[in-house]
């Protein structure tokens, strides 16, 4: 609590001196009111399936790169608007934003910190360079809060619906070249390779990896090209490609036809063997149980590899309701506000908490930690459970939900597997 507003001070910190150097005087604090709203980043709806051969090309700092390549900035801003400069003297932003081509002073630090964070890495001072990126993507944040001075909506919608612009006409270059995008999350686009309408598919991890490096090569240029000769500006824009995934799982919304967004799972080969990378899923949560983040990547495993999931499955099953997985049915969750503030729509880490403390008389607080499993009569606290486990629980809230999330691209799902299991034994 006695860091918020830290990003501000900073901000102004660095920015405030060198706008006073400039002759000018900032404004206060709450002095500026608009209805204009600026929108979050772009996020593309994506293509669900599992996929072979997967790229992720990455804008390295977008928002920042787009500050300095467009030269937003609320000084360029307000020179812009109050002088009436002609059009060869501005840049247009968004929502009826223009900023000078002189006189801006932002980029200038963006491009300061930009070379200091290239110098670490050469120094591989890892902690330095993380930094100064942190100090960089916190300069939108910043601009966008009604908790800073230099707030105004169309400085910082400018810079995100430059970034809606930049991802939906990187996906359409790549496109262009005959790749498909199957996926795109305010700076990163995902590239599938099979796709390519020349009919010529990637055979190997080598030649994966040539394509995604000269991609980027390609859109860096074409990027390079189309600020200079649309708006007569230098690029700072810089595409990487960043991933190759070998296998790659996009999947729906449970419950729906239509894929998710920031969930995702994909396949990697590293220097140590091939790992797998999960967002936004069960395995990368902390409210799933041990259970289910096991069964999620070794079957994941199997599927990726083309082997033998079926078995598997039903070994799982059998072992959790013969009572051989105990020892991973805990839940472990925080308690965010006090009991006694827990009136309505009481969640089960919550049941539990009471029920311990009402059991032994110890005290709980929030902050604390509550691992619990659920039984017959409910959630219950570990160190006092009493009723016997809820098998069907673990079975249908933890397992299907992990499985059926990639057996329905197999035209598969938990229950039809494990229902033919008992018809087999019938």
């Known amino acids: 609590m006695d860091r918020i507003g830290g990003s501000v001070a900073a901000f102004e910190y660095a920015y405030l001196p060198k706008l006073h150097r400039a002759g000018y005087v900032a404004p ?69 934003a223009f900023f000078a081509r002189e006189g801006h002073i932002l980029p200038s630090i963006i491009e300061q910190l930009s070379a200091a964070r290239d110098q670490a890495k050469k120094d591989k001072n890892a902690p330095l360079s993380h930094a100064i990126k942190i ?59 099979e796709n390519n309408c020349q009919g010529k598919k990637p055979k190997t991890p080598e030649q994966c990896q040539k394509i995604g490096q000269r991609l980027a090569k390609e859109l860096n240029q074409w990027w390079t090209q189309k600020l200079l000769t649309d708006f007569q500006l230098k690029s700072a824009l810089e595409i990487q490609f960043e991933t190759h995934y070998h296998r790659f799982l996009m999947p729906t919304i449970r419950g729906s036809d239509l894929g998710t967004k920031k969930r995702y799972a994909g396949l990697i080969h590293t220097l140590e063997g ?117 098998y069907e629980h673990y079975l249908t809230k933890q397992l299907m939900p992990v499985a059926d999330s990639i057996l329905y691209f197999l035209q598969e799902s938990m229950q039809a597997i494990l229902e033919t299991q008992m018809t087999l034994f019938e």
């Open 274 to 390: 091939e790992e797998i990378i999960f967002k936004g899923l069960e395995s990368a949560r902390s409210d799933w149980t041990p259970l289910a983040k096991q069964f999620q990547l070794a079957l994941y495993q199997r599927i990726f590899a083309g082997e033998n999931h079926v078995e598997f499955i039903r070994q799982v099953a059998a072992d959790l309701l013969e009572g051989k997985r105990d020892a991973d049915l805990i839940y472990r969750k925080r308690l965010r506000q006090k009991l006694a503030d827990y009136q309505k729509n009481i969640p089960p880490h919550v049941q539990a908490a009471k029920k311990y403390q009402q059991k032994t008389g110890q005290v709980l607080r929030r902050g604390d930690w509550i691992e619990y499993v659920i039984t017959l009569n409910g959630p219950e606290a570990i160190d006092c459970r009493e009723s016997p486990l809820d």
């Open 135 to 193: 100090i960089m993507n916190s300069f939108y944040g910043v601009l966008g809060s009604t908790g800073c001075r230099f707030f105004d909506p169309r400085v910082c919608s400018s810079i995100t619906l430059r970034g809606h612009e930049i991802i939906q006409t990187s996906r359409d270059w790549i496109e262009q070249q005959g790749y498909a995008v199957i996926y795109g999350d305010t700076d990163s686009l995902f590239v599938w390779l």
């Open 28 to 96: 206060n604090l709450g002095e500026f009111e608009s209805d204009v709203i600026s929108p979050g980043g772009y996020v593309m709806n994506s293509r669900p399936d599992i996929y072979d051969n997967v790229l992720v090309l990455d804008f390295k700092s977008l928002y920042p790169s787009i500050m300095r390549s467009f030269l937003i900035d609320p000084c360029a801003f307000w020179l812009a608007q109050h002088n009436k400069l002609p059009d060869e003297n501005i840049v247009e932003g968004f929502n009826d």
